[in-house]
């Protein structure tokens, strides 16, 4: 009812408006617009407009889109996009083809900017809809629809262009049905050619202006077709070719996409059919393409191993031979580029092993042991070598874990998850013999390079078969503790004490144990467990502790890992216990590491672990290594949590280490946690207490909602008497506590405090060491935002309100200045705010403790927003034409001399003779050997060659006299009290001729002298230094007065 009676209406309105049209009065044309918006609210009700109605609809909106209106005929689009939206279903879907006519029957005119781009948009929403409902059919259209709207490229609006092609984009990615790319027929493949056939004809000078839109085009139709591209879409690929290597060409980097995305749908050997390299034997008057071996790494994936072994590794033996040949030499700038030439080649095999469609064929024993030698002997390629190999069984066990029951072959990459199996399995054969040769390697690589190789090594080990990797890990264990008892510590320490030192035999096999640890079976953890024990409590191998520690969060990655902590729960906290003392200040982190993953296994009858790590962590908070503090709060809350998780549990507080056994039990709860950490507060340094409030700011931040208000009152009470200590250690992390109070806590809670917290917090403000004012400060500004300047200022001590006065002042006048550059900038699009760099923080706790003022209000003190440059639109093309032969236009390769930017002749090098002056020196920019050419400058500041001169040879220069000893001139001249010296011409030239023969011999000084009164000879400092030393303005500074009344030198000639 609702549709008929908005049809009906809108229909009325549109009679009334062709009549005023035709009398030149557009009287109706707000209630038309009203109308319109109405249809359209019913087109977007939740039925959608009904199936009866639309046809009727369609034909009115078609003869309000004709009436020539931009507004009505823009929001009968948006009627029709409503439309689109309620045809998916397949009552209404047999009206499509009919809505498809009428939006074809409203194409405008090409060079109409403000309707094509919208009808384009339609289009492009239509046939995506189509797409969905009536594939096949709109498949069959789709040369018809690429040729219409590729026609919109021709245009010279750019606007209209770049939506031309972003519907052409739309077609490619929508409009193609994937039964058409895995198994197409003869007619579809003749639809293919058509579309090819047009894309190729877009890269004539007829769509030259439109070269980048089309680019966009061609890179949708690669990876819409994959490899059905190929052959139909190889012309487009060597034309394109063609074009990026015309030397003036000047949009590479788009070709480069266009090219890359080829190789990835059609694969290397197809592009390299009709683009080769030409380096191994290259043709006559064809040039060599290296530089597409960038391309080749960055987009080669899915395609046949067996042609980089075909191509790739003949052409990489044949440069590395030229380098052998070279011998011992130094090597020539054409030996380096062979030696780039072979690291390129190997680049592009992590791109050949990602999910290969030949793995079973192409890799063989062979080429195994072509890598395998690359291992040992290429320490340059080991990086892509690894990356290859990794990636080599990555990409099928991806393929191989996908859980959807119906496979996607496209998304798949043509690759089942039983080929994948496959794969995997084939590649199980290999793993024994590859491990082998990457533990070898990685005994030998320092270990800022045994990254890779480590991972490379994991890969490996997710394939290996359990009863190879069995044998594996017992030769491993066995030769570690072999080791652990050879070894020297003196011989341990002496390893590593260097960065490039090769680590221990006994590091470098643990690295092998903690990589091979989640792969193992059940019943080999008893072994790894106690290799794990044994090293932990050797405190004389820090480095070898570090790794022993790695080894429980190892194993929390894996199922099989996690439940072999949670049976050895209680064997490993017994071994955190008595390893307490014999923990080496480096292995700190990694410990905290440890009990971090420990903590989910530990059952609640266990909850006295935490009481009995507790004090660690705390002092761990205080630690000098940064991500040993990041660890130990995060330790911290997680403790905190867990607490929390275990409301109402009893804690045996008899089993913590060095407490009574008739110790009472405790409740978990987090306040329980937070009486724990308080109990720091009463330590006997100064360090426990201060790391006890550290620990306390943190868990206040994080569980603030879950403390009741009188352990909060507690809280600030306690610190609040903290802030009177003298220990400035102890007093910093105050600071923070109370900053993070001031920000977080309810105000009513903090209000009964301001008495006393301010005028202690105050105090500190006269302390300049530790950066103790500016922390106070900033804390204070905080409290004026938050609880009103007039509760601060009374709670101020009357000595210190200046301090309040001048926040208050300075909040005041930088909000009128921040006001003042908005307003000024107001007519400004862009948003200067988003645009202004913030600082990033690891998390909530560090932007509140941290953050400056100006970080967390709209009031804070940024800077005024930046005025944005204007992008300016429009533009002009040129052509770049050759001195020797004029331009053909219907070459396919014109449209490489066809640029945006005004070409611009480059200057040939001019050959000048050199000059010398009397000590030899080289002279540049000088036209005589015995005058200083003085430029006129209408400001003195604006050369900084000018200044340069005066500082050598200006009135403040230092001039040798008698004896080669510095001298500087201490006589006044008439002009001193001039702020600006002013010369004139004759000036200029009298002053020229005066400096120039002292030049010899003053040039050669060290810029040292007595230091003079300011403004003299020496412009005079406090060490007594004189010249540059003593402090002189930099170049293109103006001169100042000094504080001897601001005279300026004349300076004495230097005796010859």
């Excluded at 980089?308 to 990489?316: A, D, G, N, Q, R």
């Excluded at 610190?719 to 009513?748: Q, Y």
Aim: charged share 25%; aromatic share 6%; glycine share 6%.
């Amino acid at each position: 009812m609702c549709a008929q009676t908005a049809l009906k209406n809108l229909e009325d309105l549109a009679t009334k408006v062709a009549q005023a049209r035709k009398k030149k009065s557009d009287a109706h044309d707000p209630a038309m617009i009203h109308a319109l918006q109405l249809v359209k609210t019913v087109a977007a009700a939740s039925g959608g407009w009904p199936t009866k109605k639309i046809e009727s609809l369609c034909e009115l909106l078609l003869g309000i889109a004709k009436s020539g209106n931009e507004y009505m005929t823009m929001a009968a689009f948006e009627i029709f996009e409503m439309i689109f939206e309620g045809m998916t279903d397949e009552v209404s879907s047999a009206k499509l083809p009919r809505l498809m006519e009428i939006i074809s029957e409203l194409r405008p005119a090409a060079n109409d900017t403000q309707l094509v781009p919208p009808w384009l948009a339609i289009l492009s929403r239509g046939y995506d809809v189509s797409a969905q409902v009536e594939p096949d059919e709109t498949f069959q259209n789709l040369p018809q629809m690429f040729d219409m709207v590729a026609q919109f490229l021709e245009t010279p609006s750019e606007n209209i262009r770049i939506s031309a092609s972003e519907c052409l984009v739309s077609f490619m990615a929508n409009c193609v049905p994937r039964q058409v790319i895995l198994d197409p027929s003869i007619y579809d493949e003749k639809i293919l050619e058509k579309v090819a056939k047009t894309a190729e004809s877009l890269l004539t000078v007829q769509f030259q202006a439109a070269w980048l839109q089309t680019f966009n085009v061609l890179g949708a139709m690669f990876d819409s077709l994959r490899w059905r591209s190929f052959p139909i879409m190889m012309n487009v690929t060597k034309t394109i070719g063609e074009i990026r290597e015309n030397g003036s060409f000047r949009n590479k980097k788009d070709a480069d996409e266009v090219i890359g995305k080829a190789i990835r749908a059609m694969g290397p050997e197809a592009v390299l059919s009709v683009l080769p390299l030409n380096l191994a034997r290259p043709a006559k008057g064809q040039p060599g393409r290296a530089w597409m071996f960038p391309i080749l790494r960055d987009y080669t994936s899915n395609t046949n191993l067996a042609h980089f072994k075909s191509e790739m590794v003949p052409l990489s033996e044949l440069m590395f031979q030229k380098v052998l040949d070279h011998g011992a030499a130094e090597k020539t700038m054409e030996v380096k580029i062979y030696e780039t030439v072979v690291q390129q080649i190997w680049s592009t095999l992590p791109g050949y092993c990602d999910l290969p469609l030949d793995l079973t064929e192409a890799f063989d024993q062979g080429f195994a042991e072509i890598l395998a030698n690359l291992l040992y002997k290429q320490v340059e390629l080991r990086l892509d070598v690894c990356r290859a190999l990794k990636t080599l069984i990555e990409s099928s066990q991806a393929i191989a874990e996908i859980q959807d029951e119906e496979e996607d072959l496209v998304l798949q990459s043509r690759v089942s998850r039983a080929t994948a199996k496959k794969n995997l399995e084939y590649l199980s054969q290999f793993a024994g013999n590859m491990l082998a040769v990457l533990f070898n390697v990685y005994t030998q690589t320092l270990p800022q390079s045994r990254g890779p190789i480590l991972q490379t090594i994991n890969t490996f080990l997710s394939i290996t078969p359990n009863g190879e990797l069995m044998e594996t890990f017992d030769r491993v264990s066995k030769m570690l503790a072999a080791e652990l008892q050879a070894e020297k510590p003196a011989e341990k320490e002496k390893g590593q004490k260097s960065k490039d030192h090769m680590p221990s035999t006994a590091q470098t096999l643990m690295d092998l144990v903690i990589t091979m640890s989640v792969y193992l079976p059940r019943d080999s953890f008893a072994a790894l467990f106690e290799i794990a024990a044994v090293i932990i409590n050797k405190e004389d191998e820090p480095q070898l502790q570090k790794k022993a520690y790695k080894l429980i969060p190892r194993l929390a990655d894996s199922e099989i890992g996690k439940a072999a902590l949670q049976e050895r729960s209680a064997e490993l906290q017994n071994l955190i216990f008595s390893s307490t003392e014999k923990v080496s200040a480096p292995a700190r982190r990694e410990r905290l590491a440890a009990v971090t993953a420990l903590l989910p296994f530990i059952p609640d009858t266990s909850l006295h672990f935490i009481p009995a790590v507790l004090s660690e962590v705390v002092i761990c908070c205080k630690e000098n290594n940064e991500r040993a503090r990041e660890t130990a709060y995060e330790l911290l809350v997680q403790m905190g949590h867990r607490m929390a998780g275990a409301n109402g549990v009893p804690i045996d507080n008899s089993k913590v280490p060095h407490m009574p056994n008739d110790a009472p039990a405790g409740t978990a709860n987090i306040e329980e946690f937070f009486t724990m950490v308080s109990a720091g507060l009463a330590g006997s340094t100064p360090h426990m207490i201060s790391a006890s409030i550290t620990a306390i700011s943190r868990l206040l931040y994080e569980f603030r909602s879950d403390l009741s208000e009188q352990t909060l009152s507690d809280l600030v009470q306690t610190m609040d008497l903290f802030l009177t200590s003298n220990n400035r250690e102890i007093v910093k992390s105050c600071l923070g506590f109370v900053k993070v109070c001031v920000i977080s806590l309810p105000v009513e809670l903090m209000l009964p405090r301001l008495s006393t917290l301010v005028p202690n917090l105050i105090v500190w403000s006269h302390e300049h060491k530790g950066h103790f004012k500016a922390k106070v400060k900033h804390i204070l500004e905080r409290m004026v935002r938050r609880f009103g300047y007039d509760n601060i200022y009374q709670n101020c001590p009357e000595a210190d309100k200046k301090l309040i006065v001048n926040i208050r002042k300075t909040k005041e006048r930088t909000k009128k200045k921040k006001d003042a550059a908005k307003a000024a900038h107001d007519g400004d699009d862009s948003d200067d705010d988003e645009d202004q760099p913030k600082r990033q923080f690891e998390n909530e706790y560090d932007q509140a403790l941290y953050s400056s003022d100006s970080d967390a209000s709209d009031d804070s003190d940024d800077e005024a927003p930046r005025p944005k440059k204007k992008t300016q639109k429009g533009g002009k093309t040129y052509i770049i034409e050759d001195d020797d032969e004029p331009l053909d236009l219907l070459d396919k390769k014109a449209l490489a001399n066809i640029s945006s930017t005004k070409p611009v002749k480059l200057r040939k090098p001019q050959r000048t003779k050199a000059k010398y002056d009397l000590d030899g020196k080289l002279i540049l920019g000088k036209d005589s050997d015995d005058e200083m050419e003085v430029d006129e400058q209408p400001n003195p500041e604006a050369s900084g060659v000018g200044a340069y001169v005066a500082a050598l040879k200006g009135k403040d220069a230092a001039k040798r006299g008698r004896g080669g000893k510095l001298k500087f001139s201490n006589r006044r001249t008439k002009d001193d009290d001039d702020e600006d010296l002013e010369m004139d011409r004759g000036d200029a030239a009298a002053v020229k001729n005066k400096l120039s023969p002292g030049r010899d011999r003053g040039g050669r000084g060290n810029f040292r002298g007595r230091g003079g009164r300011g403004g003299r000879g020496g412009g005079g400092a406090r060490s007594g230094k004189g010249g540059i030393a003593a402090g002189r303005k930099g170049l293109g500074v103006e001169k100042r007065h000094g504080p001897s009344m601001g005279g300026v030198g004349k300076p004495r000639r230097g005796r010859n």
